[in-house]
């Protein structure tokens, strides 16, 4: 781990093992359901010596590299979206966080200054169908935990009725903001413009729209899906071992409740994704026992489309700020979180590398490493981008097409599903997205706007 030393924590998981390494990659490379040992061994490069060794990193990462051929073969997938998220008004108080501003900071009788932002219905839906008519086809939101967003207003009527709302259920009314958020069914029946699909809602919304009453998330993601929500984004996830949460966000919902989320959003008929944010006070242990909550949750419903694993930017955040880590992840950290990530996750197909996080040419090197999807082209992107991240925020089908024939692999534009899929020919530029709604094959910002003002 690069970001703290897990002593200091007095953490129980820690990256030790009865296992050898040799005896671990013989059965990664057969093809066997590997053991959170044996994930253990692979992810230290062997927990015999002290730090990463080269010359077994490079196996893991051939081993990893063969068993995403054998998976998905060398198709490079991406698809066409824009972030929308909707407000950064939060008071859990994670510690690895900059998106969010402390929500009373909205409230009308503050005068603080925050720069932060909330977003009415109405202007949700004027973004996304801008996005559509460009071409866009997939819209992904994830936001704070404003105290005035409800499920809807059979909700609003439940939480109002309590006798301290604020205190009880963190609920304030509208009125008391500069800015009225409406509903999550609001947001998302507004983001649903012309058959865009809408990614939205993780547990931790999803438990805060749900807040008051008694509930199950099948039952509110039901309601979303009613509203528009199309499928939901595993994200909130962080690392799912909960002396790891005790600490960098005890005020989000736990291992539990975050898999119980997941399940209800796969009840109600919804996709999701998985995530895992690492690279700060976790050991390589807990990055594996992460991994085996999602692959024992993804044997139970089969609902899991993509394994996105997200490094953690310590810039501009309080786990930072504060000492209680110095950095992120290393490089070789990363291409083997992503090659464990394959290796042991044998029932999720597809593993997505971020430019986002990494920039371009170290997200082509972790497609050689076991990943097999390169994100979105992104018109917006605030969360890394508010806690230090400096790749950009916007990808055109050129650039995908150009980066992807460069590893010799095949570009392939696909929907959030996966299930729709369209191989791109390199030499018929200029490229631009057919699968949506308005998609014509038009660059997606032909002369329309700057992609540096993309999110004004």
């Known amino acids: ?79 066409a979206n824009l972030n929308n ?81 604020a205190a009880e259920v ?23 413009v012309d058959g865009a699909h809408v990614h939205s809602m993780t547990p931790e919304e999803a438990y805060h729209a749900k807040r008051g009453t008694d509930w199950s998330y099948e039952e509110v993601y039901r309601r979303l899906a009613d509203a528009g929500l199309d499928s939901a984004p595993g994200t909130a996830a962080e690392i799912l071992v909960p002396e790891v949460r005790e600490v960098i966000c005890p005020g989000k919902i736990g291992t539990d409740e975050w898999v119980a989320g997941m399940e209800g959003a796969m009840e109600a008929g919804l996709d999701v994704t998985a995530t895992i944010m690492y690279g700060h006070v976790e050991t390589e242990k807990h990055r594996v026992l992460h991994l085996d909550v999602i692959r024992d949750l993804q044997d139970r419903y089969g609902g899991i489309t993509e394994f996105v694993p997200l490094s953690f930017i310590h810039q501009n955040t309080p786990l930072y700020d504060r000492g209680l880590v110095t950095g992120g992840a290393s490089d070789d950290e990363d291409e083997l979180m992503v090659a464990v990530a394959r290796l042991y996750l044998d029932n999720v197909d597809h593993i997505q590398s971020s430019w986002v996080k990494f920039g371009n040419a170290k997200a082509l090197k972790l497609l050689n490493c076991g990943a ?85």
């Open 1 to 79: 781990m690069t970001g703290a030393a897990h002593d200091d924590f007095g953490f129980d998981h820690v990256p030790e093992t009865d296992q050898s390494f040799e005896n671990a990659l013989a059965k990664a490379r057969a093809g066997e359901r590997l053991t959170v040992d044996d994930g253990v061994e692979l992810i230290t490069t062997g927990t015999d010596r002290e730090g990463i060794d080269p010359e077994r990193k490079e196996l893991v990462l051939e081993a990893a590299d063969r068993r995403r051929a054998e998976m998905v073969g060398d198709d490079v997938t991406f698809v």
């Open 85 to 165: 998220n909707v407000t950064t008004a939060c008071n859990t108080g994670c510690l690895f966080c900059n998106f969010k501003n402390t929500a009373h900071l909205f409230e009308t009788d503050s005068d603080a200054d925050h720069g932060g932002f909330t977003k009415t219905p109405a202007e949700s839906r004027d973004i996304v169908a801008d996005a559509v008519e460009m071409g866009i086809y997939e819209v992904t939101s994830v936001s704070g935990l404003h105290p005035a967003l409800v499920l809807d207003e059979e909700h609003r009527e439940i939480l109002e009725s309590y006798d301290n709302p």
């Open 170 to 192: 963190n609920y304030k009314p509208p009125e008391a903001y500069d800015i009225d958020p409406a509903s999550y069914a609001e947001q998302l029946s507004a983001m649903s």
């Open 372 to 456: 097999d999807d390169l994100m979105g082209t992104i018109l917006s992107e605030e969360i890394t981008k508010r806690a230090g991240g400096g790749f950009g925020e916007f990808r055109s089908f050129d650039d995908y097409v150009d980066m992807i024939t460069a590893i010799g692999r095949r570009p392939v534009e696909r929907s959030t599903d996966y299930r729709t899929r369209r191989p791109i020919d390199p030499d018929d530029g200029p490229h631009g997205p057919m699968l949506g709604p308005r998609a014509d094959g038009t660059p997606l910002l032909d002369g329309r706007r700057d992609p540096a003002t993309a999110d004004d």
